[in-house]
């Protein structure tokens, strides 16, 4: 029979940052990976410094492939050279960092692209290494939907425990939101944190719209968005049987969030949504790529160089990625599991 068990694969991050410590404190929580099959990418030498700085020990079976992960019931360990050790050096913006983050990255995607990989976690990146490097987009986000062949509507998702958030437009100028606020982009964003709630394990999700203007634009006297294009996006996603409420003023719309009322908000922008949640709880946020063939999370947080190498980083966001992509990728395998009996 067909293990429903996904595989995650599993990165270290910048080598310059605290991700392979990051990675190698995950490592030491065996109940995590009881129900996948883990596989961890990168450098054997960064692998070894990360469970030095954390001062762990986590000895992994090698593998060749992805494919082999399935052999064995714990995580194994798939190593790659990207990048030599006396190339990086803590808390350093490099072209060979970002050039392993991005070679690994592609080994990653590749392997979704080929069947073996339902979903990815990677540590944290730094897109100023990953410029230096070649990344040729604005973000790992443009990277992945064009390396996956992605053609519909994607975007990033923070979260905050059950709250989630997706935006509009993102890592663009705020003098250019305005001509984002589309009934297209707003009915494409809502349905795709819709259907990633459910993927996620939410069976019924409440998902909010917020306003673009202040105080929800006043009735038409500061800024008509909300009367023009936000409240006929809503009523079209509801026509289509999407459970998606306002416009809300942004202002207030999070305390609803906060206290239980919403499990996600559509924001207009970047900061409208960031600055909110990042208050709620920065330390413990995860990032989520939308929109994708297959889930990739992430810790919200950067790479810390302030303290990378120094054994001090917290866990906690990376846990939790991690645990949303093992919960998406096995809604997802299971998805294609059935979809692959029905069409046999």
Known sequence: M???RPVIAVTLGDPSGIGPELIARLFAEPPLFADVHTVLVGDRWLWQEGQRVAGLSH???EVSGFAAARDHAGPVFLPVDSVA????GYAEETAAGGASVLAILDRCLAAAQ???VDAICFAPLNKLSMKKGGLQHEDELHFFAERLGVEGYFCEFNTLGSLWTSRISSHIPLKDAARYVTKERIVAASRLIHDS??????DAPRIAVAAFNPHGGEGGTCGREEIDVIAPAVEACRAQGYPIDGPFPADTIFLKARDGE???IVTMYH??????IKLLGFKQGVTVQGGLPIPIATPAHGTAFDIAGLGKADVGPTRNAFEIA?????NLRRQRLADAATHA
């Open 197 to 202: 709630l459910k993927l996620a394990g939410f």
């Open 85 to 88: 050790e006396g190339e990086v």
């Open 262 to 264: 919403y499990d996600a």
């Open 326 to 330: 093992c919960r998406m990728g096995a």
């Open 2 to 4: 067909t293990s429903t």
């Open 114 to 116: 080929a069947g073996e």
């Open 59 to 61: 000895p992994l079976p």
């Open 271 to 276: 900061d409208q949504g960031q600055i909110a």
